[in-house]
């Protein structure tokens, strides 16, 4: 073995002159060589020294942002720990607790004082009976008050809800007529509402008129064609009455009103009779002759809707527009005052014609079976098809063989191999 060899110091010994046979690496000549710091390691060193109270995980945080001042927490990985959270929550519950003892014995003593300043007299003994009370319920007595208009309730829709499809018909028809007389008289759609039921005289003769819209600008001018002069006259009379704009400041003026109804009624009568020649020339004979069996049987039957029409007589309104927002709201809103159905607002969203508003309210009144199955069995065109059969339920093979006749036989040959009881 070779005898170990003393290092030589650095100082004896200059670096180039150094052997390579001394068996010392570059790494330990570098290290044990006296070295002289120069300005940028001497800063590093400064620039150490001085962070030496830094958190390991800030230092972490700065080299990975790469600057001394990364954003976020200053010690996102530290903090207080769960001993410093749970004695901070513990000291802040005592000083809730003091604060809450303390408005609690203020509330004690606001409560002592206003039962001192609200106590009964001496002499006071408290009822058993409501009798001799001067005050039983509202302090101020308002059932000794007689009722107002505003304390009756009057339902907006009708009473009834229309089901048939001529009745619908005849309430869209309705409702178009009276939203054209008060757009010719330029007045609020929407105050027709007011009137819940018209008079048989004055319904006769709207449902007497037709709608041709397209006729104007808007789509209700001009849509409203009159059978003749004496109907246009009384109509716009009677709907002239309706409305905010005649209202009737003393019992005189309603005395005058009522008069002036009567009167028209009475025109109207009159027109009517005087224009029955008309109709028996337009309608025919005979359905003229069906027409009063059915005014005389909706005086009998009071109940009957639109006094024991079946249908309307004209069909133009079907195609009039419901584009204009005010024109739509007047219209659904009327209509649902006779229909006695409301319209939500996706439907109300989809409506563009009277058609579309009364197929909603038949698909309403009779809407579609929720399973397909018996929806498809009473199609006529699948009922047609003689390869074709469709089952409210899923079938089985057990119910072929039961309606070809095998089930009994195979039930008894199982009970005879005593597979089955």
């Known amino acids: 073995m070779r005898p170990s060899v003393r290092l030589l110091n650095p100082l004896e010994v200059p670096s180039l002159q150094v052997s390579k046979s001394l068996y010392v690496c570059s790494t330990c000549r570098q290290e044990f060589r006296p070295q002289v ?15 030496n109270d830094t958190p390991f995980t800030e230092k972490v945080r700065r080299k990975i942002w790469g600057t001394d001042n990364p954003p976020g927490l200053k010690d996102p990985y530290g903090g207080e720990g769960v001993i410093e959270r749970a004695m901070r ?25 206003l039962e001192q300043e609200i106590a009964p007299p001496d002499d006071y003994r408290p009822a058993s009976t409501w009798d001799g009370l001067e005050r039983v319920g509202h302090l101020g007595r308002w059932s000794d008050y007689p009722p107002t208009e505003a304390d009756e309730y009057h339902s907006f829709l ?10 619908l018909s005849l309430a869209a028809h309705q409702t178009a007529v009276e939203l054209c007389l008060m757009h010719a008289l330029k007045k609020p759609l929407t105050d027709v509402c007011e009137v819940l039921e018209h008079d048989k005289t004055v319904f006769k003769m709207i449902w007497k008129c037709k709608i041709q819209p397209g006729n104007g600008n808007g789509p209700l001018d001009g849509a409203l064609v009159f059978p ?37 009624e009475q025109t109207a009568e009159q027109t009517a009779e005087q224009t029955a020649e008309e109709e028996v020339e337009e309608f025919g004979e005979e359905d003229f002759k069906e027409l009063e069996k059915l005014f005389n049987d909706a005086e009998k039957t009071p109940d009957l809707p639109f006094f024991g029409y079946r249908d309307s007589r004209d069909s133009g309104f079907l195609s009039l527009s419901l584009q204009d927002p005010a ?15 409301f319209f939500p607002d996706p439907a109300v969203h989809s409506i563009k014609t ?68």
């Open 228 to 264: 003749n002069k004496e109907t246009e006259n009384n109509l716009f009379y009677v709907f002239q009455q309706i409305g905010s704009e005649v209202e009737m400041e003393t019992a005189a003026e309603q005395t005058a009103e009522q008069t002036a109804e009567q009167t028209a």
């Open 37 to 51: 710091l120069s300005a940028s390691v001497a800063h590093r060193f400064r620039r150490h020294a001085s962070s």
């Open 327 to 341: 024109t739509k709201f007047a219209f659904l809103k009327r209509f649902s005052q006779l229909t006695g159905y």
């Open 354 to 421: 009277v058609q579309q508003a009364i197929d909603y309210l038949q698909e309403t009144i009779n809407p579609k079976p929720k399973k397909l199955a018996p929806l498809l069995a009473e199609t006529p065109a699948i009922k047609s098809l003689p390869n074709v059969k469709v089952f409210p339920t899923k079938r089985k093979p057990s119910h072929t063989d039961e309606e070809l006749g095998r089930k009994k036989v195979i039930e008894a040959e199982l009970r005879a191999r005593g597979l089955i009881n």
């Open 158 to 167: 009708s009473k009834r809800k229309l089901t048939e499809k001529g009745h």
């Open 89 to 113: 929550k513990r000291r802040q519950g005592a000083e809730e607790e003091v604060v809450v003892a303390e408005q609690q014995q203020q509330d004690v003593r606001e409560l002592e004082q």
